[in-house]
Protein backbone atom coordinates (compact mmCIF):
# COMPACT_ATOMS: atom_id res chain seq x y z
CA UNK A 1 0.00 0.00 0.00
CA UNK A 2 0.86 3.74 -0.70
CA UNK A 3 0.85 5.85 2.17
CA UNK A 4 1.78 9.83 2.71
CA UNK A 5 0.82 10.96 6.41
CA UNK A 6 3.03 13.68 6.12
CA UNK A 7 2.96 16.30 3.69
CA UNK A 8 2.21 20.54 3.71
CA UNK A 9 -0.10 22.84 1.83
CA UNK A 10 0.19 26.68 1.61
CA UNK A 11 -2.06 27.31 4.70
CA UNK A 12 1.41 26.63 6.57
CA UNK A 13 4.58 25.98 4.35
CA UNK A 14 4.01 24.12 1.42
CA UNK A 15 3.82 25.79 -2.19
CA UNK A 16 0.55 23.70 -3.46
CA UNK A 17 -2.68 24.75 -2.60
CA UNK A 18 -4.88 21.88 -0.75
CA UNK A 19 -6.91 21.70 -4.45
CA UNK A 20 -3.78 20.85 -5.91
CA UNK A 21 -2.05 18.76 -3.77
CA UNK A 22 -5.24 16.52 -3.41
CA UNK A 23 -4.56 16.21 -7.48
CA UNK A 24 -1.49 15.37 -6.67
CA UNK A 25 -2.10 12.91 -4.21
CA UNK A 26 -4.66 11.42 -6.51
CA UNK A 27 -1.98 11.21 -9.33
CA UNK A 28 0.35 9.03 -7.21
CA UNK A 29 -1.69 6.65 -6.34
CA UNK A 30 -1.91 7.49 -2.70
CA UNK A 31 -3.93 5.06 -0.96
CA UNK A 32 -3.97 6.28 2.66
CA UNK A 33 -3.32 10.36 3.13
CA UNK A 34 -3.50 12.93 5.62
CA UNK A 35 -1.86 16.78 5.24
CA UNK A 36 -0.16 17.62 8.22
CA UNK A 37 -0.06 21.22 8.17
CA UNK A 38 2.28 23.15 10.97
CA UNK A 39 -0.32 23.32 13.98
CA UNK A 40 -2.74 23.85 11.77
CA UNK A 41 -5.64 20.86 10.43
CA UNK A 42 -6.12 20.88 6.69
CA UNK A 43 -8.73 18.30 5.77
CA UNK A 44 -9.18 17.57 2.36
CA UNK A 45 -10.54 14.49 0.09
CA UNK A 46 -8.68 12.65 -2.50
CA UNK A 47 -10.04 10.36 -4.79
CA UNK A 48 -9.80 6.70 -4.00
CA UNK A 49 -7.58 7.11 -1.12
CA UNK A 50 -8.60 7.04 2.57
CA UNK A 51 -8.22 10.63 4.16
CA UNK A 52 -7.56 11.57 7.86
CA UNK A 53 -7.35 14.18 9.48
CA UNK A 54 -3.77 15.46 10.46
CA UNK A 55 -1.07 18.35 12.29
CA UNK A 56 2.42 18.61 12.60
CA UNK A 57 2.78 19.72 16.10
CA UNK A 58 5.69 21.91 17.19
CA UNK A 59 7.01 21.30 20.98
CA UNK A 60 9.87 21.93 22.82
CA UNK A 61 12.34 19.06 24.92
CA UNK A 62 14.58 21.09 26.82
CA UNK A 63 15.04 24.01 24.45
CA UNK A 64 14.82 21.48 21.40
CA UNK A 65 12.25 22.03 18.85
CA UNK A 66 10.52 18.82 18.40
CA UNK A 67 8.18 17.67 15.36
CA UNK A 68 5.01 15.27 16.49
CA UNK A 69 2.33 14.31 14.36
CA UNK A 70 -1.39 13.75 15.58
CA UNK A 71 -3.69 11.70 13.25
CA UNK A 72 -7.52 11.89 14.31
CA UNK A 73 -8.91 8.48 15.03
CA UNK A 74 -12.47 9.51 15.89
CA UNK A 75 -11.96 10.97 18.98
CA UNK A 76 -12.45 14.76 20.45
CA UNK A 77 -10.38 16.59 17.59
CA UNK A 78 -12.10 19.46 18.85
CA UNK A 79 -9.61 19.23 22.13
CA UNK A 80 -6.91 19.28 19.97
CA UNK A 81 -8.00 22.07 17.24
CA UNK A 82 -8.61 24.56 20.18
CA UNK A 83 -5.13 24.29 21.75
CA UNK A 84 -3.82 24.64 18.32
CA UNK A 85 -5.81 28.09 17.81
CA UNK A 86 -3.63 29.29 20.63
CA UNK A 87 -1.04 28.02 18.56
CA UNK A 88 -1.51 29.91 15.70
CA UNK A 89 -2.81 33.25 17.60
CA UNK A 90 1.34 33.32 18.82
CA UNK A 91 2.48 32.79 15.37
CA UNK A 92 0.97 35.31 13.87
CA UNK A 93 2.54 37.51 16.57
CA UNK A 94 5.77 36.39 16.12
CA UNK A 95 5.48 37.05 12.29
CA UNK A 96 4.02 40.77 13.16
CA UNK A 97 7.73 40.90 15.65
CA UNK A 98 9.72 39.64 12.88
CA UNK A 99 8.19 41.93 10.22
CA UNK A 100 9.06 45.19 12.19
CA UNK A 101 12.70 43.38 12.68
CA UNK A 102 12.57 43.15 8.43
CA UNK A 103 11.67 46.78 8.69
CA UNK A 104 14.54 47.80 11.14
CA UNK A 105 16.72 46.33 8.14
CA UNK A 106 15.16 49.09 5.67
CA UNK A 107 12.79 45.92 4.50
CA UNK A 108 9.33 46.95 4.59
CA UNK A 109 6.71 44.25 4.37
CA UNK A 110 3.27 44.84 4.73
CA UNK A 111 1.94 41.56 6.59
CA UNK A 112 -1.46 42.94 7.39
CA UNK A 113 -3.41 40.74 4.98
CA UNK A 114 -1.86 37.50 6.02
CA UNK A 115 -2.53 38.82 9.64
CA UNK A 116 -6.58 39.29 8.59
CA UNK A 117 -6.72 35.77 7.53
CA UNK A 118 -9.49 33.92 9.15
CA UNK A 119 -8.93 30.25 7.44
CA UNK A 120 -7.32 29.29 10.43
CA UNK A 121 -3.88 29.37 8.40
CA UNK A 122 -0.43 28.95 10.21
CA UNK A 123 2.06 31.55 9.14
CA UNK A 124 5.97 32.23 9.69
CA UNK A 125 8.69 32.44 8.24
CA UNK A 126 8.10 31.16 5.06
CA UNK A 127 5.59 34.01 4.40
CA UNK A 128 8.36 36.78 5.33
CA UNK A 129 10.58 34.78 2.81
CA UNK A 130 8.50 35.06 -0.10
CA UNK A 131 7.87 38.39 0.49
CA UNK A 132 11.45 39.65 1.11
CA UNK A 133 12.09 37.96 -2.89
CA UNK A 134 8.94 40.02 -3.94
CA UNK A 135 10.57 43.18 -2.66
CA UNK A 136 13.55 42.15 -4.35
CA UNK A 137 16.05 42.14 -1.40
CA UNK A 138 16.84 38.19 -2.19
CA UNK A 139 17.03 36.24 -5.45
CA UNK A 140 15.42 33.21 -3.96
CA UNK A 141 13.65 32.12 -0.41
CA UNK A 142 16.48 30.13 0.10
CA UNK A 143 18.82 33.41 -0.18
CA UNK A 144 15.95 35.32 2.06
CA UNK A 145 16.59 32.83 4.78
CA UNK A 146 20.26 32.34 4.64
CA UNK A 147 20.73 36.44 5.13
CA UNK A 148 17.99 37.24 7.09
CA UNK A 149 15.38 34.59 8.72
CA UNK A 150 18.04 31.30 9.76
CA UNK A 151 17.31 29.90 12.95
CA UNK A 152 19.07 32.81 15.47
CA UNK A 153 19.48 35.14 12.66
CA UNK A 154 18.84 38.81 12.30
CA UNK A 155 14.89 38.66 12.15
CA UNK A 156 14.19 35.19 13.61
CA UNK A 157 12.44 34.64 17.31
CA UNK A 158 12.01 31.56 18.69
CA UNK A 159 8.30 30.21 18.48
CA UNK A 160 5.73 29.94 21.62
CA UNK A 161 7.22 26.31 22.86
CA UNK A 162 4.39 23.97 24.10
CA UNK A 163 5.97 21.54 26.15
CA UNK A 164 5.95 18.16 24.12
CA UNK A 165 4.75 16.11 27.40
CA UNK A 166 1.90 18.30 27.13
CA UNK A 167 1.00 18.52 23.66
CA UNK A 168 1.14 14.48 24.05
CA UNK A 169 -1.09 15.30 26.83
CA UNK A 170 -3.38 17.01 24.66
CA UNK A 171 -3.51 14.73 21.78
CA UNK A 172 -3.95 11.88 23.86
CA UNK A 173 -7.43 13.87 25.11
CA UNK A 174 -8.33 14.13 21.52
CA UNK A 175 -7.69 10.43 20.72
CA UNK A 176 -5.02 11.21 18.38
CA UNK A 177 -2.25 8.72 16.81
CA UNK A 178 0.75 10.68 17.61
CA UNK A 179 3.95 9.63 15.99
CA UNK A 180 7.65 11.35 16.58
CA UNK A 181 8.11 13.40 12.58
CA UNK A 182 11.59 12.96 10.70
CA UNK A 183 13.33 10.53 13.80
CA UNK A 184 16.65 11.70 11.65
CA UNK A 185 16.38 15.40 12.48
CA UNK A 186 16.62 14.42 16.28
CA UNK A 187 19.17 11.13 16.03
CA UNK A 188 19.35 9.69 19.13
CA UNK A 189 16.99 11.61 20.94
CA UNK A 190 14.19 10.18 19.37
CA UNK A 191 14.38 6.80 20.43
CA UNK A 192 14.42 8.49 24.21
CA UNK A 193 11.70 10.53 23.30
CA UNK A 194 9.91 7.69 22.43
CA UNK A 195 10.61 5.62 25.20
CA UNK A 196 9.99 8.24 27.81
CA UNK A 197 6.53 9.06 26.55
CA UNK A 198 5.06 5.81 24.99
CA UNK A 199 3.03 4.91 27.64
CA UNK A 200 1.94 8.73 27.43
CA UNK A 201 0.90 8.00 23.47
CA UNK A 202 3.55 9.00 21.79
CA UNK A 203 3.77 5.51 19.99
CA UNK A 204 4.83 5.96 16.57
CA UNK A 205 7.83 6.63 14.62
CA UNK A 206 7.68 8.17 11.27
CA UNK A 207 10.85 5.16 9.98
CA UNK A 208 9.64 5.16 6.48
CA UNK A 209 10.08 8.79 5.77
CA UNK A 210 10.46 10.28 2.23
CA UNK A 211 14.06 11.39 1.67
CA UNK A 212 15.23 8.32 3.42
CA UNK A 213 17.23 5.63 1.47
CA UNK A 214 17.37 2.08 1.89
CA UNK A 215 20.12 1.92 4.61
CA UNK A 216 18.88 5.12 7.33
CA UNK A 217 15.17 3.29 6.63
CA UNK A 218 16.36 0.09 7.32
CA UNK A 219 17.75 1.74 10.88
CA UNK A 220 14.62 3.81 11.91
CA UNK A 221 12.95 0.25 11.67
CA UNK A 222 15.36 -1.33 13.32
CA UNK A 223 14.67 1.15 16.52
CA UNK A 224 10.98 1.48 16.19
CA UNK A 225 10.99 -2.34 16.30
CA UNK A 226 13.05 -2.40 19.44
CA UNK A 227 10.90 0.38 21.00
CA UNK A 228 7.89 -1.77 20.09
CA UNK A 229 6.07 1.38 18.44
CA UNK A 230 4.34 1.50 15.57
CA UNK A 231 6.19 2.81 12.23
CA UNK A 232 4.58 5.57 10.11
CA UNK A 233 5.21 7.54 7.28
CA UNK A 234 5.35 10.25 4.15
CA UNK A 235 6.81 12.30 2.28
CA UNK A 236 7.30 15.52 4.18
CA UNK A 237 6.35 17.14 0.79
CA UNK A 238 6.80 20.76 0.53
CA UNK A 239 6.42 21.36 -2.91
CA UNK A 240 8.76 24.01 -4.79
CA UNK A 241 9.81 25.40 -1.28
CA UNK A 242 11.44 22.64 -0.07
CA UNK A 243 12.61 20.40 -3.32
CA UNK A 244 15.43 19.10 -1.02
CA UNK A 245 12.67 16.75 0.86
CA UNK A 246 11.09 15.28 -1.51
CA UNK A 247 10.01 14.69 -4.66
CA UNK A 248 7.18 13.07 -4.78
CA UNK A 249 4.09 12.34 -3.00
CA UNK A 250 3.52 8.67 -1.42
CA UNK A 251 5.54 6.39 0.41
CA UNK A 252 4.84 2.75 -0.19
CA UNK A 253 4.69 -0.02 2.74
CA UNK A 254 5.24 -3.85 2.61
CA UNK A 255 1.82 -5.95 3.63
CA UNK A 256 2.82 -6.26 7.21
CA UNK A 257 3.94 -2.92 7.82
CA UNK A 258 0.78 -1.40 6.41
CA UNK A 259 -1.78 -3.81 8.00
CA UNK A 260 0.39 -2.97 11.48
CA UNK A 261 -0.40 0.92 10.24
CA UNK A 262 -3.85 0.65 9.51
CA UNK A 263 -4.46 -1.09 13.15
CA UNK A 264 -2.62 2.04 14.28
CA UNK A 265 -5.10 4.46 13.10
CA UNK A 266 -8.29 2.76 13.95
CA UNK A 267 -10.07 4.29 17.00
CA UNK A 268 -7.97 3.19 20.86
Known sequence: MRFDL?????????????????RRAAA??????????????????VPGARCLRAVE?????????????????????????????DMRIARR???QAMAERL?????????????????????????LARAVVAR???SSMKEAFARYLYDGGPVDLPHRTWPIADAIAVGRAAGAALSLAHPHFYEQRSAELVRRHKADGLTGLE??????????????IEVADDLGA???????????????????????????????????????
Not at 30 to 36: H, K, L
Not at 103 to 127: N, S, Y
Not at 207 to 220: C, E, K, Q
Open 28 to 45: AAVDVFAVTDHDTCTPID
Open 93 to 95: ARL
Open 57 to 85: ITCDDAGVTIHMLAYDRGGAWDVLERALD
Open 230 to 268: TCTGGSDWHGTERPDLATKLGVDFPAKRAEALLRWLEPS
Open 136 to 138: GHA
Open 103 to 127: AALGIAVDVAPLLAETDRRAVGRPD
Open 207 to 220: AFYGAYDLARRRRW
Open 6 to 22: HCHSTRSDGSDAPEELA
